[in-house]
């Protein structure tokens, strides 16, 4: 008889495993069951926010396959079934779908339930207007109310999704606003000197950026939402959204007794096993090595989520594979302004009690005088005495952005600062100086390094 | 009383030896001359085909400094100023300029006298209206030419210069052809199947390209250029480029005695020291040792010479630096078409008796949804058994180029390519998939290796 694995959640990292599973052992070897609440697997919620500015217009596109599709590839994938509840000791979950409820037992049990949004208890938080965005389902509502243009809106948040969610309302022609308790936007991934940059350009571009607010209270009228705040600092708005960020999705494994790790997230080892003997745990629910750090972290990133599936995929298809870790690489933009950043921030660095050196430069995306040639300004963060690089991060026009995984690379590789500027990297006009930002950075932060 | 630098050649390596000097040791313990028989020090040769094609309108962007600049710096840099003879023993250079001939003694020589472009002696080589593109002379000559608007033009030579040409040609409207005798274009840089994306976009674009196609006669008609070839085989053309390379100049050397490499080109320690003590080299003229293949290499490229030259120049201000050796990383385009390539080709790798495997991918640069995504192919080359990279290939749309940059980086720090698929690079909808097309690559290329 095959054996059965149950997946709880069916996006990027329960999807990933899955496929993966199913590629190594047949049908009658591993039965593959995923239970999806929402109704949509495998989708892409870094896409959302360019839904709902318009620039994919199909639906669809947001959509990496449907479940027939993982039907048809023998995966049995449950959309509408929500887990409910998880009972290790006789292996079974209870799972709650139109037709009722139903307890299906498992051999095997990939706890992939992702994250969901935070929503802090804010006054007015639940009036009409205010949304999030993390689903499917969010997007299209976000899309649909866009496209009858409020007037204002206030996103509450700095991070990435609010930066990308502000840009994709400015571009539908809606007066934005963010709001961010920090004192700089995308404070997570970017040094003050750094985040400064994109807080200028979003300004140039027409979005209002207002540091250091902590929002306590949405302002009603008629029982919709009125604005932001409800003190004299106060910003009228027709919609809100938070973006406030996502907390791992653990209620179930919490409830049932699966371990979770210093991160609140579900903890795993290198092969995405959990403590509890056949669970497996991926994606935004699970923890994940920081290869910089040696921290457990708990990234909320599709490229984690994805790879961390394709490694429980692996080993639950007989398989042996062990997820490196991560580094944090992330990248985004407003506008045509490109911003990218991996490992840690100098503070990230001293926080985790590291001594930090850090070397920013300003250079261009290509040779000086070429037509298209932007500005680009790149922050290396590198160990005093070792040069061992800790971070970068990158704040550019077109081609600067992804110029970041040549940091990431080197990271992973554990190539100090001082050699990565005498790599052999590309050069033409059109693409670069003769010697890449990255190298006058990395040789910058090599310098003060071993000063 | 000072010690006196004398360096042969005034651009890229040389020019950056001299400024890395004296940034090292004053003008009063290191005095350095400089001779350059042309007009200019330290331009930007990469630079000329654009300025050519006209998208760089201002000549004087292709001179990074003048001679007056470096003067300012205590480098003593002297333009017109043709170097004839070396003695070795008597440590002194013979000169020649308008003033007339001088010796002039060296306590220690850099020669960076860089690299000519090849003439092969064909009929009619001599003939008006064919032309090489190698100095700022040369650059300045093509421009003026092209702006008088010549009908048809022929560009004898498929590697980087020569589609750069076709590139600038077809740019400002004249009908071009590229001739070359090799079966595909970027024969050195790209195997045949990614070599073939290139002449195909080429085409697409008006250009025509002409394989297998050896030249061995320029028509001429009334005194000047009619045409290239002189059989049934050949292309009518107002203008002929002749792009077949260039060869180190080393007359002076080997007259000298200084011993040469291999490759004909002047041999250097990883310090950048000839075997004749005193004598230094570097730049299109001297020797490198390449990382993959372990051989010597002669490689003409501006980030070698400004690599080589700094090491030069730090070891000659007293430090110590080792010139790490090349990849051979390099970058061009073809339109909005991206093509770059680093380390050994499939046949390369063969041919430099490796044992080589080699997976080839199309993606895109973008997700595919994205509506600003194109094409991108992707070649990794592995070492079969091990999985070490040996080289990449890269030819797509905007934003596909500088990817190489994550090879070269990975090859480098030999990390092998199964596991550059699991490194952490960035991704978000408007820069690659979740997958970053370099990860599947990868993947593919160690899955061959290692299965």
Same mark, same amino acid.
């Given at each position: 008889?095959?054996?059965?694995?149950?997946?709880?959640?069916?996006?990027?990292?329960?999807?990933?495993?899955?496929?993966?599973?199913?590629?190594?052992?047949?049908?009658?070897?591993?039965?593959?069951?995923?239970?999806?609440?929402?109704?949509?697997?495998?989708?892409?919620?870094?896409?959302?926010?360019?839904?709902?500015?318009?620039?994919?217009?199909?639906?669809?596109?947001?959509?990496?396959?449907?479940?027939?599709?993982?039907?048809?590839?023998?995966?049995?994938?449950?959309?509408?079934?929500?887990?409910?509840?998880?009972?290790?000791?006789?292996?079974?979950?209870?799972?709650?779908?139109?037709?009722?409820?139903?307890?299906?037992?498992?051999?095997?049990?990939?706890?992939?339930?992702?994250?969901?949004?935070?929503?802090?208890?804010?006054?007015?938080?639940?009036?009409?207007?205010?949304?999030?965005?993390?689903?499917?389902?969010?997007?299209?509502?976000?899309?649909?109310?866009?496209?009858?243009?409020?007037?204002?809106?206030?996103?509450?948040?700095?991070?990435?999704?609010?930066?990308?969610?502000?840009?994709?309302?400015?571009?539908?022609?809606?007066?934005?606003?963010?709001?961010?308790?920090?004192?700089?936007?995308?404070?997570?991934?970017?040094?003050?000197?750094?985040?400064?940059?994109?807080?200028?350009?979003?300004?140039?571009?027409?979005?209002?950026?207002?540091?250091?607010?902590?929002? =306590?209270?949405? +302002? $009603?009228? &008629? *029982?919709?939402? #009125?604005?932001?705040?409800?003190?004299?600092? /106060?910003?009228? @708005?027709?919609?809100?959204?938070?973006?406030?960020?996502?907390?791992?999705?653990?209620?179930?494994?919490?409830?049932?007794?699966?371990?979770?790790?210093?991160?609140?997230?579900?903890?795993?080892?290198?092969?995405?096993?959990?403590?509890?003997?056949?669970?497996?745990?991926?994606?935004?629910?699970?923890?994940?090595?920081?290869?910089?750090?040696?921290?457990?972290?708990?990234?909320?990133?599709?490229?984690?989520?994805?790879?961390?599936?394709?490694?429980?995929?692996?080993?639950?298809?007989?398989?042996?594979?062990?997820?490196?870790?991560?580094?944090?690489?992330?990248?985004?933009?407003?506008?045509?302004?490109?911003?990218?950043?991996?490992?840690?921030? =100098?503070?990230? +660095? $001293?926080? &985790? *009690?590291?001594? #930090?050196?850090?070397?920013?430069?300003?250079? /261009?995306?290509? @040779?000086?005088?070429?037509?298209?040639?932007?500005?680009?300004?790149?922050?290396?963060?590198?160990?005093?005495?070792?040069?061992?690089?800790?971070?970068?991060?990158?704040?550019?026009?077109?081609?600067?952005?992804?110029?970041?995984?040549?940091?990431?690379?080197?990271?992973?590789?554990?190539?100090?600062?001082?050699?990565?500027?005498?790599?052999?990297?590309?050069?033409?006009?059109?693409?670069?100086?003769?010697?890449?930002?990255?190298?006058?950075?990395?040789?910058?932060?090599?310098?003060?390094?071993?000063?």
């Amino acid at each position: 008889m095959a054996e059965r694995l149950v997946v709880i959640g069916g996006d990027a990292a329960g999807m990933s495993a899955a496929s993966q599973a199913r590629r190594m052992r047949r049908a009658d070897d591993l039965e593959i069951i995923v239970f999806e609440q929402s109704a949509y697997v495998s989708y892409s919620a870094c896409g959302e926010p360019y839904f709902v500015g318009g620039w994919i217009e199909d639906f669809g596109d947001l959509q990496v396959r449907t479940p027939e599709q993982f039907q048809a590839r023998g995966i049995d994938a449950r959309i509408h079934h929500q887990v409910t509840g998880i009972d290790l000791d006789a292996r079974r979950v209870t799972v709650q779908h139109s037709g009722g409820e139903e307890t299906v037992g498992y051999d095997q049990l990939l706890y992939a339930t992702g994250a969901t949004a935070i929503r802090p208890p804010i006054q007015g938080i639940d009036l009409e207007g205010v949304h999030t965005l993390r689903t499917l389902d969010d997007a299209a509502r976000l899309r649909s109310l866009v496209t009858s243009r409020p007037e204002r809106a206030v996103v509450v948040g700095g991070g990435y999704i609010g930066l990308e969610i502000a840009e994709a309302f400015e571009h539908v022609g809606i007066h934005t606003t963010v709001v961010t308790m920090m004192p700089t936007v995308l404070e997570r991934t970017l040094d003050p000197d750094m985040a400064e940059l994109v807080s200028d350009r979003m300004r140039s571009m027409g979005i209002h950026v207002e540091t250091g607010i902590k929002v =306590e209270c949405i +302002a $009603a009228n &008629a *029982g919709r939402v #009125a604005g932001v705040g409800c003190d004299d600092r /106060s910003f009228p @708005a027709d919609l809100v959204v938070l973006a406030l960020g996502s907390r791992p999705h653990v209620d179930l494994a919490k409830a049932a007794g699966i371990p979770l790790g210093p991160t609140g997230a579900v903890a795993v080892d290198d092969h995405q096993r959990t403590e509890t003997d056949g669970v497996w745990s991926a994606g935004d629910c699970a923890e994940a090595h920081h290869r910089i750090s040696g921290q457990p972290v708990n990234l909320h990133l599709g490229t984690v989520a994805n790879k961390a599936g394709r490694v429980a995929g692996i080993n639950l298809g007989g398989g042996d594979a062990t997820f490196p870790g991560v580094l944090g690489t992330a990248i985004t933009k407003v506008g045509d302004l490109e911003i990218s950043s991996t490992g840690l921030t =100098e503070w990230q +660095a $001293a926080e &985790a *009690g590291l001594k #930090a050196v850090a070397a920013r430069i300003k250079s /261009s995306t290509a @040779a000086h005088y070429w037509p298209g040639s932007s500005p680009m300004t790149v922050k290396a963060v590198a160990e005093r005495d070792t040069a061992r690089l800790l971070g970068a991060q990158i704040v550019g026009g077109p081609g600067a952005g992804k110029r970041i995984d040549i940091f990431a690379t080197a990271m992973w590789s554990e190539l100090p600062a001082h050699e990565l500027a005498w790599t052999d990297l590309s050069y033409a006009p059109p693409f670069s100086g003769v010697w890449d930002p990255v190298h006058i950075a990395a040789r910058k932060a090599g310098e003060r390094a071993l000063s």
